[in-house]
């Protein structure tokens, strides 16, 4: 049998330490992230930033959603789509069409791919790439897997469990799971092939049957229990990092899959804009930081997660799965 590349089964279900606790509360995951110093801070490139502008609400407060584009080597060819598409003003006029409870919100063209659909879709950009389904998922390559296995030993070392086992468990979607340059992924243990997760608040892109990838026009983030299952079947391009509740909160469809049915197009929201940050005039481009996963203040933070000490709890959980410790993120100052 192939060695493992990761000496334990999956990160992040953390048992508690054995020591005693002091007698003093602990702090929450939020008093520590509070105290992170700048320097764990990691700042998120302009050009990695989507920022979409839907209509202003019924009482007219103002909505806009801001995504993060994954990064290298996940799904690189959909976001470079997204890119041309946001780019091209592709975007602009088309609308949320479905809404389904506990499950996703989905945006695009509201006569593309829609079962109330009732003229003609709109025209895409003619450079868009054709992405193949094996870019659901990523080779590895020597330093990502060595990052990793440092993350790994970093993160035993620091919370020093009594039994490795119980703080490293199997994922039940993969081999093993991982944050990796703040994204959560999960993995192969045999060969060094890893995929991002469809963790709350992540960006994928909708599509047909097979051999159809989409194309990253049709896009979807996820506002329910975490759907492990679309995991490889689908490709994920980001993550909701600002203005989620403007998505979440949105009137669910009765439709099939929760699109708004012909008597719902009242309810469909309309997106106005949807720009890269970098394209934003400097005064309108929104700032955006997270903490670092391979910091201490985030081992800190990912231990206090699963095992829950602060006041309010009485029985630390003794585990967490990946998309229970979402990776923080914050809005800069000007």
């Known amino acids: 049998m192939t060695k493992s590349l990761f000496p334990f089964a999956a990160l992040l279900a953390l048992a508690a330490p054995a020591q005693a606790q002091d ?18 801070w990691t700042t998120i490139a302009p050009q990695d930033l989507l920022v979409m502008t839907l209509a202003s609400a019924p ?17 690189q060819g959909w976001v470079g789509n997204i890119r ?15 809404v389904q409870d506990n499950y996703v919100v989905q945006w695009g063209d509201p006569n593309y791919d829609n079962p109330e659909a009732g003229g003609e879709a709109k025209a895409l950009p003619a450079n868009l790439a054709a992405v193949p ?5 990523a080779r590895l390559d020597e330093p990502a897997i060595a990052k990793i296995r440092a993350y790994f030993e970093t993160a035993a070392s620091r919370v020093a469990p009594s039994d490795p086992d119980t703080l490293y468990r199997a994922d039940p979607y993969a081999r093993a799971h991982a944050l990796f340059d703040g994204w959560p992924i999960a993995m192969t243990d045999d060969e060094p092939v890893a995929w991002p997760v469809h963790c709350y608040g992540m960006v994928g892109v909708g599509r047909g049957y097979s ?28 993550r909701v990092v600002e203005g989620m509740e403007h998505l979440s909160s949105l009137p669910r469809g009765s439709g099939a899959l ?42 800190r933070y ?33």
Not at 23 to 40: D, K, R, T
């Open 23 to 40: 007698e003093a509360a602990p702090p929450s995951p939020g008093e520590i992230v509070a105290q992170a110093p700048g320097a764990e």
């Open 59 to 75: 009482d007219g407060t103002a909505r806009e959603v801001v995504i993060q584009l994954m990064p290298a080597p996940f799904s």
């Open 84 to 98: 041309t598409l946001a780019r091209t003003e592709w975007y602009d006029g088309t609308a949320v069409n479905r």
């Open 133 to 137: 389904e094996n870019e659901y998922s």
């Open 211 to 238: 051999p159809d990838t989409g194309s990253g026009a049709e896009l979807y983030t996820v506002i329910g229990h975490a759907p492990r299952h679309l995991d490889r079947n689908i490709a994920l391009v980001g």
């Open 258 to 299: 929760g699109f708004y049915t012909t008597e719902e197009s009242a309810k469909r929201t309309p997106i106005l804009s949807v720009r890269l940050a970098s394209d934003l005039p400097e005064a309108e481009r929104p700032a955006f930081e997270y903490l670092s996963t391979e910091g201490e203040t985030f081992t």
């Open 302 to 334: 990912a231990e206090a997660r699963a095992n829950r000490r602060d006041p309010f709890f009485i029985h630390p959980a003794g585990g967490a799965d990946i998309c229970n410790i979402p990776v923080p993120v914050r809005r800069m100052a000007d």
